[in-house]
């Protein structure tokens, strides 16, 4: 046998024997382009500490890889499917890895934000792959569970990407969570050569670039808009975003109508199965995305965890979504996926529904619920969608599919975190401010503490240091009266700081539980949409019994 397999799988008679543990090395590339998100969150603090970023520059450090990802994907899958998948996913592999050491090694704002943006045109090229060579490499009566595993990973990737950053950050700098994935990029790219297939589409017809380019152009500003515009106001960056979206869109609609072989023939979403579980993906990425940005927040901050407890006490999400996955695998060949999905995003606005109970005085143990049952809901949800959106394309575009899913996923995740997110922001700044009105504060204190609820409890620890320097003062004072007004001051201070410090807490607690009842009835009217769109039993079950059919003619496997 050789070491590196060459033979492409589409030209065996039999189910290639060692596809789990391809599937393996998929699930490992995917681990890692979703923890490059998450575990950003935790390492955040350390990071703006150390370079000094800015607002700005912080919000573009995590954006600066959602643009390329989302914005290359389909031209990237597309060549794939052209030229080679798997050596798309090498190739994407490469290219994360080297953003990964140069972000390591970087000691500036650009240069951590360049660096993110080379490990994004890395992500959009490994997403694809792993879809499109699993769907490649299984046959499809075990196509559905090689996703629930895929999916299941994505979930696990959630959670454990601040677990991991919380580690290395105990004893590591920030510059740590980027090199850790060097050693699994490479360990990923070994297991390629040895494990995964080749594959690549069977027509020769080329790759329709224009399409393709316009897809770049219309999807990449469409997420700059998403990005800009919540964050850093509606002026001329933002608008001028929107237009060439809107104009890019329209544009590659109707040049992909005219072309005989386009990068993506969009009369697709005119099925109601396709639509609706793009839509799904988008809406439970939304809602997912969203509140993993303030959950985490609110853990570290308002209840004082730092990196590692904090990525802890996500872990109920990662369990709750192998636990839906499995459910899925079983239920939705009975049922149908229109019960499974729609099922999941009732799971996903009941979890939001559940934090809008937050207040002051949450601890842990309230967001314990929530978080299982939203592992559960993306455990039923995700995968019999991602099946049904790769099911949709022929084998010769399987890495056009993947990437279709993948752009619905991070336009989802986008759009979650800058709508949400700003949302937060807004309600956060005006719960402070009512919260603390009539306080005696600093000059520009409160304006500082609207920021967020980071630079809320800066602020409120800078008033407690100024009162303990007072307090020194006063001890270390020779006349009593100077002494007595010092120690006054060192005590107003004192109280104005614990007033802060538990406004900004009482004040991102309501921020969380308003921005989670907005989440929620978005989540609440797709899941009706969602449901309306998606077939009912009848259209599945034949899909299935072809399915099991295929598995028992091939004989053993």
């Known amino acids: ?58 919000q573009w450090v995590i954006d600066g890889y959602t643009v390329p990802y989302a914005a290359l994907m389909l031209l990237l899958g597309a060549i794939g499917d052209k030229h080679s998948r798997r050596g798309a996913l090498l190739l994407g592999l490469a290219v994360f890895g080297g953003g990964a050491v140069y972000g390591y090694l970087a000691d500036s704002a650009t240069a951590v934000i360049t660096a993110r943006a080379v490990m994004g045109v890395g992500a959009a090229l490994i997403m694809p792959a792993t ?22 990973t994505a979930g696990l990737a959630i959670a454990a990407g601040p677990v991991v950053a919380g580690a290395l950050l105990r004893g590591h700098g920030w510059s740590s969570t980027f090199l850790i994935n060097l050693p699994v990029a490479a360990v990923a790219a070994v297991g390629a050569l040895v494990l995964v297939p080749p594959s690549k589409a069977g027509h020769h017809d080329r790759v329709d670039y224009v399409g393709g ?36 869109l329209v544009a590659f609609v109707a040049w992909e109508l005219r072309h005989p072989r386009p990068i993506l023939d969009v009369r697709r979403f005119a099925d109601r199965r396709f639509a609706g579980a793009n839509l799904a993906v988008a809406l439970f990425f939304l809602a997912v995305f969203g509140a993993f940005y303030y959950l985490t927040q609110h853990l570290q901050f308002v209840l004082g965890y730092d990196a590692l407890q904090t990525g802890v006490r996500m872990l109920p999400l990662a369990g709750a979504v192998f636990v839906g996955s499995a459910l899925t695998g079983r239920l939705t060949p009975r049922v149908g996926m229109k019960w499974t999905v729609t099922a999941g995003m009732v799971g996903g606005t009941t979890a939001l529904a559940l934090l809008t109970r937050v207040d002051a005085g949450s601890t842990y143990g309230d967001f314990v619920a929530p978080l299982v049952v939203l592992g559960l809901a993306i455990g039923l949800a995700l995968s019999p969608c991602t099946d049904a959106i790769m099911g949709s394309f022929p084998e010769s575009e399987l890495g056009v599919g993947g990437a279709v899913n993948d752009t619905s996923l991070e ?23 009512d919260a603390t009105a009539g306080s005696r504060l600093p000059a520009g204190a409160l304006d500082t503490a609207r920021d967020s609820v980071g630079a809320g409890y800066a602020v409120a ?21 100077q002494a007595a007004q010092l120690h006054r001051q060192a005590a107003e201070l004192a109280t104005g700081a614990r007033q802060m410090a538990d406004a900004v807490g009482s004040s991102f607690s309501s921020a969380v539980a308003h921005t989670s009842l907005v989440g929620a009835v978005v989540l609440g009217v797709g899941t009706v949409l969602v449901a309306f769109l998606l077939p009912r039993l009848e259209a599945a079950v034949p899909e299935v019994a072809e399915a099991e059919k295929e598995l028992a003619d091939t004989g053993a496997r």
Request: glycine share 10%; aromatic share 6%; proline share 4%.
């Open 411 to 433: 336009l989802g995740g986008s759009l979650g975190i800058a709508i949400l997110g700003s949302l937060l922001a807004t309600s956060y700044g005006d719960h402070l401010a």
């Open 213 to 248: 380019l316009l897809s770049v152009l219309w999807t990449g500003s469409l997420v700059y808009m998403i990005i800009e515009g919540p964050h850093f106001g509606w002026g001329v960056k933002a608008v001028t975003a929107a237009v060439v979206a809107g104009l890019g």
């Open 131 to 152: 879809l499109s060579l699993l769907a490649a490499t299984f046959p499809r009566a075990e196509r559905a569970k090689a996703i629930t595993l895929w999916t299941a």
């Open 1 to 58: 046998m050789r070491l590196v397999l060459t033979e492409p799988v589409d030209t065996t008679e039999r189910p290639y024997p060692r596809r789990w543990w391809a599937l393996l090395v998929l699930c490992l590339s995917l681990l890692i382009i979703v923890m490059a998100n998450t575990a950003l969150t935790v390492a955040a603090p350390a990071m703006t500490k150390d370079l000094g970023l800015t607002g700005a520059d912080l």
């Open 461 to 481: 620890q800078g008033i407690g240091t100024k009162a303990h320097q007072l307090a020194a003062q006063a001890a270390q004072a020779g006349d009593p009266r």
